[in-house]
């Protein structure tokens, strides 16, 4: 997956050590960061893309990364079920 993304990120002049951060508030600071970036949805999409488990991506705790890829699973899984009963 292609990454020139990441130049243009408001996290790109900061230390990446801010953005694994070893408690929650720490997580809040690193958040506040992402809130106005251009590139705040691609970070997501990659972080979510590359199942990436730890740290802060798109302005996201890994805790919620785990909660939109679970949302994201269980809405693929009623779209197969929905074209399945349209196609009996």
Same mark, same amino acid.
């Given at each position: 997956?292609?990454?020139?993304?990441?130049?243009?990120?408001?996290?790109?002049?900061?230390?990446?050590?801010?953005?694994?951060? #070893?408690?929650?508030?720490?997580?809040?600071?690193?958040?506040?960061?992402?809130?106005?970036?251009?590139?705040?949805?691609?970070?997501?999409?990659?972080?979510?893309?590359?199942?990436?488990?730890?740290?802060?991506?798109?302005?996201? #705790?890994?805790?919620?990364?785990?909660?939109?890829?679970?949302?994201?699973?269980?809405?693929?899984?009623?779209?197969?079920? #929905?074209?399945?009963?349209?196609?009996?």
């Amino acid at each position: 997956m292609e990454t020139i993304w990441m130049a243009n990120g408001n996290c790109a002049d900061k230390a990446p050590a801010l953005f694994f951060p #070893s408690d929650g508030v720490g997580v809040e600071i690193a958040k506040k960061v992402c809130v106005d970036c251009p590139v705040k949805v691609q970070c997501l999409e990659y972080a979510l893309d590359q199942r990436i488990d730890h740290g802060v991506w798109g302005g996201t #705790s890994e805790r919620e990364r785990r909660r939109i890829l679970r949302a994201r699973a269980g809405r693929r899984q009623t779209d197969v079920r #929905s074209a399945a009963a349209l196609s009996r």
